[in-house]
């Protein structure tokens, strides 16, 4: 089994992000069951890891940071027991809903221990020094963004999920992948949008779609001026992040989440007034 070999290091709010990361990715692996090996059952391939690799990474990181050191044992017994049984080809790659309900019950252990133990450990002050109102977003959470709060609990889980990470992002200083995220979020409400005027799922690439979804919107002469402003911002940013030595300052990546929340609003709009005409 790879481990990470890590000396202890001291906590910094780039760590926090990162185990926070993986719980959110752990408790969507739960609700959706995801395959906890890849197909010939192995735990890590191309650098990318899937549900166990997860848990690894999770593991090392809390031993690295001294964090939760009394659920160690009970999570590296579930890891080995999640080992033995998926690495199995007679047994099922995906979570069962026995190890499911072991896995809620260590993440949710883990989550209530590390709060604790925050409480009491030193870190670089963070000063939201952006002009976003971060304080008001980590008590209130993401309402405090979108205008319309039932856009915001109509919205799919990953995209919500991709809008949080790149709150975290900003929080942590880290505004370049900040910004990539918000333009994730903002490409998978459009694919959402693509689906809604089509009928089918995409595949295409970014540009393709855009063009498609403007296309098919002129045509059924629905009313998108707005949202055509927003995509035109956004398909800019687009390709200026795709340039690898593009970098973005705390500001712009504000701007670009903002531009990602107005525009996930706008497209949601759309596609609720495209359902009513696709029944009739």
Known sequence: MQEMKVKKKKLTPLDIYYISKWL???QLAISKKWPVVYKDRSIYKSGNTLLLGILISLREWLKILSLCQNEINTFEN??????????????SLKLTDFHAK???KIVTKI?????????????IEISFSGKLNYRGILKDG????FSNGKIL?????????????????????????????????????????YKA??????KKKWNEVLNEVEGELKNRKLEFKKLEGYLHHIRKIRNEAEHPERVFTTKESENILMLAIYAIEE????IEEIKPRANI
């Open 24 to 26: 959110e990715y752990l």
């Open 78 to 91: 579930l890891i080995k027991e999640f080992e033995e049984y998926y690495t199995n080809p007679k047994n």
């Open 102 to 104: 072991k896995l809620y």
């Open 111 to 123: 989550e209530t221990v590390l709060l604790k133990e925050l409480e009491n450990k030193i870190l």
């Open 142 to 145: 993401l309402s405090v963004l």
């Open 153 to 193: 609990n109509k919205l799919p889980s990953l995209i919500k999920n991709d809008i949080k990470e790149a709150v975290k992002a900003l929080i942590c200083g880290i505004p370049t992948a900040s910004a990539m995220i918000s333009l994730r979020a903002v490409e998978g409400i459009i694919r959402d949008l």
């Open 197 to 202: 005027l089509k009928g089918k799922e995409c």
């Open 267 to 270: 497209i949601y709009k759309t």
